[in-house]
Nanobody, 120 residues
């Protein structure tokens, strides 16, 4: 199993910034794509951003130009720098990672989630 632990959520005023981190841990695994998703109250979980092992990135239109995803492959950690936050960004943010476990098994893991609240 590959475990993901997020950190960095909190309460921030509109226009402020937060940085989320997510570290993957386990035995004999190789992470391919890491990403962030979010779920606001009463809404479905939605895509925010992903990054491949080689650094290719993809963003939801709603966060382009404001959020930046990055990763440290040596530490199996992914980051999400969130700038110019607005109340519509309020949600639980979930980290996701997929890859190969024990050289032959595919995995797709989710973190527990971290709350981000943006006040107006």
């Amino acid at each position: 199993q590959v475990q993901l632990v997020e950190s960095g959520g909190g309460l921030v005023q509109s226009g402020g910034s937060l940085r989320l981190s997510c570290a993957a841990s386990g035995s004999m695994f190789s992470v391919n794509v890491m990403g962030w998703y979010r779920q606001a109250p009463g809404k479905l979980r939605e895509f925010v951003a992903t990054i491949t092992r080689s650094g290719g990135t993809s963003y939801a239109d709603s966060v382009k130009g404001r959020f930046t995803i990055s990763r440290d492959n040596t530490k199996n950690t992914v980051f999400l720098q969130m700038n110019t936050l607005n109340p519509e960004d309020t949600a639980v943010y979930y980290c996701n990672a997929n890859g190969v476990l024990y050289r032959t098994e595919l995995f797709n893991s989710w973190g527990q989630g971290t709350q981000v609240t943006v006040s107006s």
